[in-house]
T-cell receptor
Framework: IAGITQAPTSQILAAGRRMTLRCTQDMRHNAMYWYRQDLGLGLRLIHYSNTAGTTGKGEVPDGYSVSRANTDDFPLTLASAVPSQTSVYFC????????????FGQGTRLTVV | AQSVAQPEDQVNVAEGNPLTVKCTYSVSGNPYLFWYVQYPNRGLQFLLKYITGDNLVKGSYGFEAEFNKSQTSFHLKKPSALVSDSALYFCAVRDNNAGNMLTFGGGTRLMVKP
């Protein structure tokens, strides 16, 4: 079944540790995004990539990094996790032109303690 | 900069009654507007979008939304609510001058009671 796979589904992480959230898609969409979802704040864009080999900063990029070595994968790395990074993280993709909708993965629930 | 406001954190409605979930937006160019729904412990699912053309857009599960340019609004509506419609709803906007950047509102929780 075509779609977006995020891993892990959930994770408890000690503060200061490094963590990579994985996102893989098989829809060959050019654009990929990472959002975090926090109660009352909706979804906020962390980083994005319009095409393989390029990335950009979103609304809340501090403490996060991404890479886009190929079309299918868009990992999100927390270099040194802090409790404020406790959140639910969603990967999304978008193909086609500007007016097409985005598709979302099932999310990764991350708790930093 | 583009932004979206969903003024209600929660909307309560009785099953069978019409529902409205409000959304207003701000963009510098022409807006592309989207509604998504999120069920518990799930990702966001696309409901409908406005790109151009008719101001009334019909989408999945009997939902529709009306684009009002003068009021910069894109309210989500359904003539007859179901208990299964209870979920978290997000409005989003993309400025056609801002490439692929999609900005979300804070979300509105819809509670439909039997």
């Amino acid at each position: 079944i075509a779609g977006i796979t995020q891993a892990p589904t959930s994770q408890i992480l000690a503060a200061g540790r490094r963590m990579t959230l994985r996102c893989t898609q098989d829809m060959r969409h050019n654009a990929m995004y990472w959002y975090r979802q926090d109660l009352g704040l909706g979804l906020r864009l962390i980083h994005y990539s319009n095409t393989a080999g390029t990335t950009g900063k979103g609304e809340v990029p501090d403490g996060y990094s991404v890479s886009r070595a190929n079309t299918d994968d868009f990992p999100l790395t927390l270099a040194s996790a802090v409790p404020s990074q406790t959140s639910v993280y969603f990967c999304a993709t978008k193909g086609g032109s500007t007016n097409t909708e985005a598709f979302f993965g099932q999310g990764t629930r991350l708790t930093v303690v | 900069a583009q932004s979206v406001a969903q003024p209600e954190d929660q909307v309560n409605v009785a099953e069978g009654n019409p529902l409205t979930v409000k959304c207003t937006y701000s963009v510098s160019g022409n807006p592309y507007l989207f509604w998504y729904v999120q069920y518990p412990n799930r990702g966001l699912q696309f409901l409908l979008k406005y790109i151009t053309g008719d101001n009334l857009v019909k989408g999945s599960y009997g939902f529709e939304a009306e684009f009002n340019k003068s009021q910069t609004s894109f309210h989500l509506k359904k003539p007859s609510a179901l208990v299964s419609d209870s979920a978290l709803y997000f409005c989003a906007v993309r400025d056609n001058n801002a490439g692929n950047m999609l900005t979300f509102g804070g979300g509105t929780r819809l509670m439909v009671k039997p």
